[in-house]
Each structure stands twice: as C-alpha cells, then as structure tokens.
C-alpha cells in the first residue's frame, strides 16, 4: 500500500526516486505548495487585526479568502457573537460565481481565466437566486467592478447576505478577498452603502500596509 501511494505520488510530482540510492525524496511540487502555506499564513496573519477592527465596526462576520483550483478558499473566519451562526469555517472551499468572497476575486481576472473558470468549474445552481447561466454571472461580475464590491444576495445560502471586496497585490492581480456575511435582517439593502465603504476603507488600508510586504517577502 505504502508503495502504491509512493508511486502515485511520485506521478504527480510530490516526490522523486533518486536513481543512485533508490530513495524517495520530497519533490520540488511539494516545496512549492510549502512555500504556498507559508504565504497564506503570513497573509493570516497580517490582515487579521484589520478584520478584527472590521468584524466590530459592522457586527458581522469577516471571513479572508485565496483563489485555488478555481475555488474560494476561506483562510481566515472571524465570527461575532452577536450575529447568526454561519456555516462557514477555515479550510471551507466555496462556489466563485454565488459568493461575495468568490465574485470579488473573480470579476478582476483577465477574462481568459474567468472563460477557463467557468468552462472547468460549472455554474451549479445552490437554489433559486443562483446566477446559474454565463450571461448572466458576465452581467454580475460587470456589476462588481463598476461598484467596487461583490454582493451575495442569498445566492449561496438562503437567508444570508454577503457582501465582499479583492486585495490586490503585484500588476493589480487579485490575490485574496474580504468579506462581511450575515442573516438578511442583519444585512438590510440600505445598509449596502454604509456596509461596502467599510469594506472598501479596509481593502484600502490592508493593501497599504500588509500586501505589499507579504507579497514583496
């Protein structure tokens, strides 16, 4: 068994036999997805105190996430205790074309990618008020950059608003996302302006002090 999970693991690059002592050794694979965690954790780390101050402006729930294998990786989850219970946690891997946090990156990549998204990825229907065609998820994103902010209106999760906003990092890519998520009573739509400057104001400040850095290390 051991052996069979070597070779799988040696097809895919995460090690290599060495053909002079016949040893298994880390492949290269292997220490760039090390160097990948590292990144995401220094990342955590940063931009937590900037969550933490928006988790207590708005009362909501602030979650960070990255873009991998055309998902939202949530890599960071600050839950207030007033609000209601998300079924949201750290490691969770979420739909890009029905969540804030998905939409937010998505809208700022170069088109080719988003085309490449959508075509390997699918649109899967969560429930009714999905976006669950291309047109209209191009329309969506359209809307995402002209706002400056992506909005989940119950799209993902019935009764549950998010709305979200990118960190961009080197030639204005988008590296990871912010947002604020709460039950629809907490999250009313004329709160919407109030609630995505707040959002916008903290993308700005984490940007200038910890995405830089982070990604210049």
């Known amino acids: 068994s051991v052996h069979y999970l070597l070779v799988a693991l040696e097809r895919f690059g995460y090690v290599h036999r060495s053909e002079r002592t016949g040893r298994y050794m880390l492949g290269a694979k292997l220490f760039s997805m090390a160097n990948s965690a ?12 900037y969550l933490s101050g928006l988790r207590m402006r708005t009362r909501l729930t602030v979650h960070l996430a990255i873009l991998d294998q055309n998902e939202a990786v949530l890599i960071d989850r600050q839950e207030t205790s007033r609000g ?15 969540t804030a946090i998905g939409k937010a990156i998505l809208a700022f990549l170069p088109e080719a990618e988003i085309e490449t998204i959508i075509r390997k ?4 229907r969560h429930n009714d008020n999905t976006v669950s065609t291309s047109r209209h998820l191009r329309e969506e994103l359209d809307r995402v950059v002209k706002n400056g902010y992506a909005f989940d209106n119950e799209e993902d999760e019935l009764g549950v608003r ?6 961009f990092g080197p030639e204005n890519r988008p590296i990871a996302a912010i947002s604020i998520a709460g039950a629809t009573s907490e ?11 707040e959002l916008r104001q903290t993308a700005i400040a984490i940007g ?10």
Request: net charge positive.
């Open 38 to 49: 590292v990144g995401n954790l220094s990342l955590r780390q940063r931009t937590a105190p």
């Open 187 to 197: 999250i009313s739509i004329e709160d919407i302006p109030r609630l995505s400057n």
């Open 208 to 217: 200038r002090s910890v995405v830089e850095s982070t990604t210049a290390v």
């Open 84 to 98: 209601a219970h998300l079924a949201s946690w750290v490691g969770k891997r979420m739909d890009l074309h029905c």
């Open 121 to 124: 990825h699918g649109l899967a």
């Open 162 to 167: 998010c709305l979200g906003v990118p960190l």
